[in-house]
């Protein structure tokens, strides 16, 4: 069965630190989707980024940047220069072609940015 | 743009009532999942549905049902609402059937079982 871990539930970091969210997953599957997802308070989750397996080439999007490496099964998630409305939970989840089409999320991490 | 509207956005019920939870997908949307989160948890995948027809189902008690209409919008149905029920629903829907596709979710719907 696929599974999912985050080991870091909480991170604290003081605004303008750069922080790394690590993501670690196992499967058998051959072909397999990772996302990210964030949560604010607010409640709702909002998409960050889909990445299939055969796709390991880093992405950027401003002050987010994902690092995908299929040989130590990791998708890590770093935030540059961390602002106080980066402060969420953000959980890491797995679609697999052989799993059906639902998610699986990790335990999720709690993020919090201090000014 | 248009996004995936739940209703109600809050619940509050008692044990062993009944409770209908709403959600309207993104237009042209024909995939619809539900998730429940319970307090400081994970979201865990209830059931989905594609064009209509039941895809997928995971830990979904019993005492639930679902339901996608011709309008794809979809129900959830929870009876015999026990306190464990409380959580945070959500539902997400996809422009296909497919991991390829994203899922978008909506805000949720919290229920509260008192």
């Known amino acids: 069965a696929q599974k999912v871990t985050q080991a870091q539930t909480e991170i604290s970091v003081v605004e303008k630190e750069d922080v790394t969210l690590d993501c670690v997953y196992e499967t058998r599957d051959t072909t397999y989707y990772l996302f990210w997802y964030k949560q604010p308070p607010s409640g709702e989750l909002v998409f960050l980024i889909r990445?299939?397996?055969?796709?390991?080439q880093n992405e950027i999007s401003g002050r987010y940047s994902w690092n995908f490496q299929k040989s130590t099964s990791s998708f890590n998630f770093t935030i540059t220069a961390s602002q106080v409305v980066d402060s969420a939970v953000y959980f890491c989840?797995?679609?697999?072609?052989?799993?059906?089409?639902?998610?699986?999320f990790g335990g999720g991490t709690r993020l919090m940015v201090k000014p | 743009a248009a996004g995936v509207i739940q209703s109600p956005r809050h619940l509050i019920k008692e044990k062993r009532e009944t409770a209908t939870l709403k959600c309207y997908p993104i237009?042209?949307?024909?995939?619809v999942y539900w998730y429940q989160q319970g307090p400081g948890q994970d979201p865990q995948f209830l059931i989905s549905f594609y064009e209509k027809m039941q895809s997928d189902k995971g830990s979904i008690p019993d005492r639930f049902s679902a339901q996608q209409f011709s309008d794809y919008h979809s129900e959830l149905n929870m009876s015999s609402l026990e306190l464990g029920d409380s959580a945070l629903y959500f539902c997400?829907?996809?422009?296909?059937?497919?991991?390829?596709?994203?899922?978008?979710f909506g805000p949720g719907t919290r229920l509260t079982v008192t």
């Open positions: 989840a797995y679609g697999g072609n052989n799993a059906g089409n639902m998610l699986t």
């Open positions: 997400a829907s996809s422009p296909r059937f497919g991991m390829a596709y994203e899922q978008y």
């Open positions: 990445r299939n397996s055969f796709d390991e």
């Open positions: 237009p042209r949307h024909d995939t």
